[in-house]
């Protein structure tokens, strides 16, 4: 098992323009972990964890100060690359965004932008990165027809499979699931407890049983502040703020 | 039957009225084009379309030189206005400012609202000498191994109403593109960057093949427009009934023969020529829309009608 993987933040800030996002903001994110984070809608769940993949950087006049470190690197720095830091670090979004290609080639597109051309290879991690998001079984008569043509479900993991493909250290999810049925669910968080051997889990999640069934730790999170971090079992049956109790308890929105 | 059954039955009876008087004109106008076109059908028949004389002392005529003249400068101006003008519209919508994008944007569209008339003018004394003493003699003396660049240098001729359609239609391809690039979600964007793409790959295979299908749409649009525009053409692609490959020699378009001499038609059979020329003229537009329409959906099969979801 490979140790890599880890997050570290510290002292973050992070501003729209002038309005502040985060605020000192610190966290650890352990290798092979699944770490929840939950809070309120606008608290900077999704700033957060956007701020890891850097993809923040894509939204004109944002600012980030302090620091995030993975494996021990520092990812603002002017010589950070950002592409491959993206590869390292990959992301699952709310909606399904599979691409208007095949299922294969959705699967195989991180592979083939870096110029890997060799069908035995690209073959076998189609298949072994289908196998990995459960969804093998379902679309192997059919790898050349339309990602599209999936159910929503499917697409999610297919979407898995193909961040998987790129072989990062860290996947981003940020709401996977929340256009999804209760089965497909089940599905998708069976999926990140057998991901966790190769990979750390950051996930967003408004459902707090759901961070309660899969992670281990939890991050509280509200106004941009990180009110709670805890480990799992003890977050939601001791919590050791009077916010996070208010905030599980349902006593707010 | 209520109340609202019967006022939803009136409004859509009186909306299908629309659609359906459209049919009509249509149908209308080529039954006109036919009868009118009938002597002329009689006398040369199916060879009116193969023959390349048109000589009206002789009242021989044939259509071929204005179907060539018409298909070449089409086609060249396409090969010229797709890249321009998708690339434009990439520049604009992904690199360019927003200030710049959007004062680019106005004056682009603005382009597209100048009369045709004033296009020619233009070309005849901006880009008739420019082709005349600049392209052509480049052509010529680096790519002069291929019949396309060979022969006399006029400034007017092919290419010259090539590259004046070509301006014409990049306006309207750049808006369209435009539109259809800024629409593609965000999200669809930031999926590739997270597996790690770069700006290029993004967009080239996943912005681009989003937006595949409507960029067509710009595109068959603008081949209508270039195969039916007069003005402009007529002023400065020579008015010559011949079939040469070079594209610096002479040409004549069907629209432009129509317009050009319909004037001058002074006996029938020549009148019923002109007229079966409009006949091919809009058999041609309608067509390219065709095979226009298959190469969409060959393109894009049963997936762009869910992407555009
Ligand atoms: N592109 C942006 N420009 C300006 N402000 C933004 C932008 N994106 C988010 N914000 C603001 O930053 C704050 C945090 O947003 P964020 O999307 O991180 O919230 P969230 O916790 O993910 O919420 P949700 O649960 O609704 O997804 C919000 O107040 C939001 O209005
Ligand atoms: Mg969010």
């Known amino acids: 098992m490979n140790t890599n993987g880890r997050i570290e933040v510290k002292n973050l800030n992070f501003y729209y323009g002038n309005y502040q996002a985060l605020k000192n903001v610190s966290m650890t994110v352990e290798p092979h972990q699944i770490v929840a984070m939950i809070g309120p809608s606008g608290c900077g769940k999704s700033t957060l964890i956007r701020i890891f993949n850097r993809m923040c950087d894509l939204i004109p006049s944002t600012r980030v100060e302090g620091k995030v470190l993975i494996d021990g690197k520092d990812i603002y720095t002017k010589d950070t690359d950002v592409v491959s830091l993206r590869r390292k670090v990959g992301m699952v979004f709310q909606k399904s965004t599979p691409f208007p290609k095949s299922i294969y080639d959705n699967v195989a597109y991180g592979l083939k932008i870096i110029g890997i051309k060799d069908h035995r290879v690209l073959n076998e991690t189609v298949e072994k990165c289908l196998r990995r998001s459960a969804l093998w079984d379902e679309v192997k008569d059919h790898l050349g027809k339309s990602a599209l043509s999936l159910s929503g479900g499917q697409q999610q993991r297919l979407c898995i499979a193909r961040a998987i493909a790129v072989d990062p250290e860290i996947i981003l999810m940020d709401e996977p699931c929340s256009a999804l049925d209760p089965i497909a669910t089940a599905r998708i968080e069976e999926l990140m407890a057998a991901l966790k051997d190769e990979y750390t889990i950051v996930i967003v999640t408004h459902n707090m049983q759901q961070a309660a069934r899969v992670s281990d730790k939890t991050a509280f999170l509200m106004h941009g502040q990180l009110i709670e971090y805890n480990k799992t079992t003890d977050f939601f049956t001791n919590p050791s703020n009077k916010i996070t109790e208010d905030y599980i308890t349902g006593r707010f929105g | ?309």
């Open chain 2, 1 to 309: 039957m209520s109340r609202h059954d019967t006022s939803d039955l009136i409004f859509r009876r009186v909306l299908a009225a629309f659609p359906i008087t459209v049919l009509i004109i249509v149908a209308g106008i080529f039954f006109e084009l036919v009868y009118s076109s009938l002597p002329s059908l009689h006398k040369f028949g199916i060879g009116f379309l193969y023959h390349s004389i048109w000589n009206p002392v002789e009242e021989n005529f044939g259509a071929l030189p204005f179907i060539y003249g018409t298909c070449v400068t089409s086609l060249v101006a396409l090969l010229l206005a797709i890249p321009i003008g998708v690339g434009a519209a990439i520049y604009l919508v992904e690199y360019a400012p927003v200030k710049v994008s959007r004062v680019i944007s106005t004056l682009v569209d603005l382009l597209a609202a100048i009369p045709s008339v004033i296009y020619g003018l233009w070309g005849i004394f901006v880009l008739v000498p420019f082709m005349r003493n600049v392209v052509q003699p480049f052509l010529g003396k680096y790519f002069g191994f291929l019949p396309l660049f060979q022969g006399p240098n006029y400034g007017i001729g092919m290419l010259a109403a090539s590259v004046m359609l070509a301006i014409i239609i990049v306006p309207f391809i750049i808006s369209v593109s435009r539109e259809v690039i800024a629409a593609v979600p965000f999200v669809y964007k930031e999926s590739a960057y997270a597996l790690g793409a770069t700006r290029w790959e993004a967009l080239s295979n996943i912005v681009l093949s989003y937006g595949k299908a409507g960029i067509l749409g710009a595109v068959i649009l603008a081949l209508g427009r270039a195969i039916g525009e007069v003005m402009a053409v007529t002023m400065i692609i020579g008015n010559d009934p011949k079939i040469a490959l070079s594209l610096f020699s002479p040409g004549y378009t069907l629209a432009s023969v129509i317009a050009n001499e319909f004037a001058e038609a002074d006996f029938p059979m020549y009148l019923s020529a002109l007229i079966e020329i409009a006949l091919v003229l809009f058999l041609v537009a309608i067509i390219v829309n065709i095979l226009a329409r298959l190469l969409i959906w060959s393109v894009t099969g049963a997936q762009s009608a869910e992407a555009v979801k």
